[in-house]
């Protein structure tokens, strides 16, 4: 058993539990183990020749998507630095940071900077989770995940892409509906619906079960079990007046890399427009390890593309049901909570 459905999760996470330590779990060296191939591995292929990166595949890594300030001159640490941050972040969950969501890493060392550790929650009010329900996080020694631009960085974004964000946080501000007014209000992840394909979250139901055949890729997120099914037939995109949930993805092979590219998206990627196009590859460099480069094009919000690296890690477990349904009974509470607020005078 790795989690639990949220409701439950919700329910412990409210009673009195403690965010645990995370050092005495993160025994690995700082460069990641059977991230380097051993001498003489060949690539394992399928029957019809094809790399066979099919399996379980999990997305734990600690490293930030972005590079912190403090190593904005660092595209890797040393092996020194790795374990002194391991070090630092048991002392920083042991004093009450929480090393579970978000870039902890930055909180952190901007802790360190100021010479003070403080509560981190990104849900003060109910409570947090804690590591139990987390899987061990794995170090290596990038400081970003982000490849390209160098610096680490998201690029700037475009003048239209500034306008359309602040238009929707204005309209946000404007609304006379509030957050919890009905179910339609709360984020398609807290309905159970999607948490986003690909999803790239880290440390919790972060894994994917890839299976091929030869016509087609099937990439099998844990998350709320959503599978994408990608043609590797050649068959054009859908039409543009076509959108899906998941956008419309195509696979190719360029050499031993599996290339998928996902097209006419209904609610764009992390902030795009929904003409946004991704572009993933991923390509099996050691018999435990599958680099999985996403880039992001979407030249009305992004001054340029920008790439990120995440390493996938094989493992021998199963991907097991996410138990989330859009009649989550956790959303009864969060709807009953909002009313109570307004009756006290509160907000929404």
């Known amino acids: 058993m790795r989690q639990l459905p949220f409701a439950v999760v919700v329910a412990v996470v409210a009673g009195s539990w403690l965010v645990g330590p995370i050092g005495a779990r993160q025994s690995a060296p700082a460069a990641q183990p059977g991230a380097a191939a051993p001498a003489g591995w060949t690539v394992p292929r399928t029957a019809d020749g094809k790399p066979d990166l ?7 890594s600690v490293t930030p998507m972005t590079r912190p300030t403090q190593w904005k001159d660092k595209v890797s640490l040393t092996d020194a630095e790795v374990n002194e941050l391991k070090q630092y972040a048991q002392q920083f969950v042991d004093q009450g940071g929480d090393a579970i969501f978000g870039n902890f890493v930055q909180q952190m060392l901007d802790a360190k900077d ?6 981190v929650s990104y849900d003060p009010t109910t409570g947090n989770y804690n590591q139990f329900w987390m899987a061990d996080r794995e170090w290596d020694n990038r400081s970003s995940l982000i490849v390209d631009p160098p610096e680490g960085q998201f690029p700037p974004m475009t003048p239209a892409g500034i306008a359309r964000r602040d238009a929707r946080l204005a309209a946000a501000k404007a609304s006379t509906r509030g957050p919890s007014d009905g179910p339609e209000d709360r984020p398609l992840s807290e309905r159970c619906i999607s948490y986003g394909a690909p999803r790239i979250g880290a440390n919790y ?3 994917v079960q890839i299976l091929q055949s030869p016509k087609t890729v099937v990439l099998m997120q844990e998350m709320i079990h959503d599978a994408r099914v990608v043609d590797m037939t050649g068959t054009a995109h859908l039409p543009k007046t076509i959108r899906q949930l998941h956008g419309d993805p195509r696979g190719r092979w360029e050499g031993d890399t599996l290339v998928v590219e996902t097209t006419n998206y209904v609610n764009g990627f992390q902030g795009s427009t929904n003409d946004v196009t991704l572009t993933e590859r991923y390509t099996r460099v050691s018999p435990d390890f599958i680099e999985w480069k996403v880039t992001v094009d979407d030249p009305a919000t992004w001054t340029t593309p920008y790439t990120f690296m995440i390493r996938l890690k094989k493992t021998d477990g199963l991907i097991y049901e996410y138990a989330c349904h859009e009649g989550n009974y956790a959303m009864t509470g969060i709807l009953a909570g909002a009313r109570r607020e307004e009756k006290a005078g509160g907000k929404r």
């Open 205 to 207: 139901n972060s894994y």
């Open 54 to 60: 099919q399996g379980v595949w999990g997305n734990n």
């Open 114 to 119: 100021k010479g003070a550790f403080k509560q």
